[in-house]
């Protein structure tokens, strides 16, 4: 039987959409050999996270009431003493922030092989094949591991549980040694505030590492005046202080659904894609057509943006 | 203050590229220094002109073919590198965490840094697990995806900014010794200047054995096998504009006037 233990994301006081896809990914994994879905909750308001995390397919929830927001230590001792208690075959984490904060630890520490940014997971209570990307999701490869391991997943690759569950819920008696935390958070700061709202626009036209140079730039703002459009652009041109920061699409940045999106230059990231894939129209100009962005693009030109970026600008002026 | 700083070569891809077996196929690879790394060589190296670090020293993980890319980061201001290579590494699959933790801590050790930098992942495999890894290893404190430090660090405390999801930053005070694992942007690397790159050839540049570090070469083996390498199956009915640059604008500019967001 494969047990598996998978560990809830939360942050200032709500759960994040990944909790309730790391259900999902859990349960077929431990359906494959009959297994047991655990869940850990920790830290925050447990009791409420756990009536909401209640769902199809979960067989018991664990809370650990212990301060209010994440901290690496407190979830790495508590996740370890979890897993000694119930012997699961997996521990499945979320490929967040705050997963890569803790998960290499948990694994580290309970001295198993660890697998990050998984989109599939498949076992025969063996052996795990994970699938995961290399390369900037040119290629996919398939990983293998004996025993016993822990494995993160990558957001919004399993559906999120549905339905109401019939788990049991109870608090589990972490001893979470005080002296062995060395990390306080002090506070939390948005950014990327401002006067513009990228997330506002109608249409976007927006800007990657394929632009080359900052001097390069106003091609980009022409072809954005031309249209009416706004600029936003992938996170090397922010890195660069090309752009400010409220222009950024992403995980880190903006999550935005205009009507058109045209992605110029951006080789297609999932970081970056987390921010853009709900748009309604993608149109991609990239001179590598295997490019991942052209996985999601609707309409795409596989050419050099100094040719093509100021020929569509010419057409609207 | 000492920093070690963690640097890899990482095998970059053309945009055309054919897979042999599990690998891409070698002509069709280049090397570079990991884009992350290159972050946190350059915050070591402004910690060293600010004052705050005496010695700024790079480990690497690899074959003399990257000591191009560790002169890289030498000519950039750090001031000596550590390369371990072996040949009973040869076979193993440095995909594999615990086989990195295990030679990174055993530098650690040895080099005694009151912080190490790591880039938040390797841009080639992805990862992002090595640096968390090996601060639990060497019972050290440790920040995943830091993108501001505070270049004062007194009384032992990094004050640090972690970047989450969604525009938000976390304020986190992290006890040192500490290892953080650094986000690009934090700073703007530096060019090597032509001093920097004529300095670099001079700088001690370290080769270490495994039983040099005092690793036990048995206890280096991949628990984690890469067995399968393909190009993702595209899902995708993209429609493509084929042409001049003047008639694929064209085709783009009747589907922006159709779709009404665009005269
Ligand atoms: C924790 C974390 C958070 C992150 N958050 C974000 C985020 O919020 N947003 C984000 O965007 N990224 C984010 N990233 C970074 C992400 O992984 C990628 O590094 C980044 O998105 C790459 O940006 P890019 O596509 O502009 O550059 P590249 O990947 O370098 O792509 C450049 C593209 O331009 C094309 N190109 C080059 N020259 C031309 C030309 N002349 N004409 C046409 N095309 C050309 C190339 O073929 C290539 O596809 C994050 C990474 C991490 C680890």
Same mark, same amino acid.
């Not at chain 1, 997971?121 to 795990?128: P, Q, R, V």
């Not at chain 2, 912080?115 to 990862?127: I, N, P, Y």
């Given at each position: ?317 | ?68 890319? #560790? $002169? &890289? *980061?030498?000519? %950039?201001?750090? =001031? ?9 590494? !040869? /076979? ?104 920097? #790159? $004529? &300095? *670099?050839?001079? %700088?001690?540049? =370290? ?9 036990? !070469? /048995? ?45």
């Amino acid at each position: 039987m494969t047990d598996v233990l998978a560990v809830t994301d939360h942050r200032r006081g709500d759960l994040r959409d990944v909790s309730y896809e790391i259900i999902t990914a859990g349960r077929e994994l431990a359906d494959e050999t009959g297994g047991n879905l655990h869940l850990a909750v920790i830290s925050g308001t447990v009791d409420e996270f756990a009536d909401d995390l209640n769902r199809e397919g979960v067989d018991a929830i664990h809370t650990v009431d212990h301060g209010e927001e994440f901290n690496h230590d407190v979830y790495t001792q508590a996740i370890s003493q979890l897993y000694d208690e119930l012997a699961p075959q997996y521990v499945v984490a979320p490929n967040s922030v705050n997963g890569l904060d803790y998960a290499p630890a948990v694994a580290n520490e309970l001295d198993l092989p660890i697998v990050t940014d998984t989109i599939g997971l498949e076992t025969d209570g063996e052996t795990l094949l994970a699938t995961r990307e290399m390369y900037g999701g040119k290629v996919e490869t398939t990983n293998e591991l004996e025993g016993a391991a822990v494995v993160t997943i990558r957001s919004a690759e399993w559906p999120k549980a549905e339905g109401t569950g019939d788990a049991s819920i109870e608090a589990f008696d972490a001893e979470i040694d005080e002296d062995a935390i060395g990390s306080t958070v002090t506070g939390f700061e948005e950014v990327g505030g401002g006067d513009v709202d990228i997330s506002e626009a109608d249409v976007l036209v927006s800007v990657g590492r394929g632009i080359e140079e900052e001097d390069n730039i106003p091609l980009i703002e022409d072809l954005a005046e031309a249209l009416d459009a706004t600029v936003s652009s992938s996170r090397p041109i922010v890195d660069n202080g090309w752009l400010p920061k409220n222009r950024q699409v992403g995980q880190s940045g903006k999550v935005v659904t205009p009507d058109v999106y045209i992605a110029i230059g951006i080789s297609g990231a999932v970081q970056h894609v987390a921010g853009m894939k709900g748009s309604d129209t993608i149109v991609a100009i990239n001179t590598d057509p295997n490019a991942p962005i052209m996985d999601i693009a609707d309409y795409a030109i596989h050419d050099d943006l100094f040719d093509v970026v100021p020929a569509l600008t010419e057409e609207f002026q | 203050m000492k920093i070690l700083v963690t640097v890899k070569e990482v095998a970059t891809v053309e945009d055309e590229f054919e897979i042999e077996g599990t690998e891409i196929a070698s002509q069709y690879l280049g090397a570079d220094l990991n884009e992350w790394d290159d972050y946190a060589v350059e915050e070591a190296v402004q910690l060293q002109e600010n004052g705050i670090a005496d010695e700024v020293v790079t480990v690497t993980i690899g074959p003399e073919d990257c000591e191009q890319t #560790i $002169r &890289q *980061a030498l000519a %950039k201001g750090a =001031d000596r590198a550590i390369r371990v290579w072996d040949d009973a590494l !040869e /076979g193993v699959d440095l995909l594999d965490v615990n086989a990195k933790t295990e030679i990174l801590s055993a530098v650690v050790e040895a080099e005694e840094p009151d912080l190490v930098l790591t880039g938040v992942q390797a841009g080639d495999d992805s990862f992002g697990a090595t640096g968390v890894s090996l601060a639990e290893e060497i019972g050290a404190q440790w920040g995943a995806v830091v993108n501001h430090l505070e270049h004062d660090l007194e009384d032992g405390v990094a004050s640090v900014r972690r970047e989450l999801e969604g525009g938000v930053e976390e304020l986190t005070e992290i006890d040192l010794p500490a290892v953080l694992t650094i986000q690009t942007g934090i700073n703007e690397p530096r060019y090597a200047s032509l001093r920097g #790159i $004529r &300095q *670099a050839q001079r %700088k001690e540049l =370290d080769v270490q054995a495994l039983a040099d570090i005092g690793v036990d !070469e /048995g206890t280096i083996e991949s628990e984690l096998e890469l067995t399968e390498m393909y190009e993702p199956e595209s899902e995708s009915d993209v429609t493509v504009w084929e042409g001049s640059a003047d008639e694929t604008a064209a085709e783009l500019g009747e589907l922006l006037r159709e779709k009404g967001v665009a005269q």
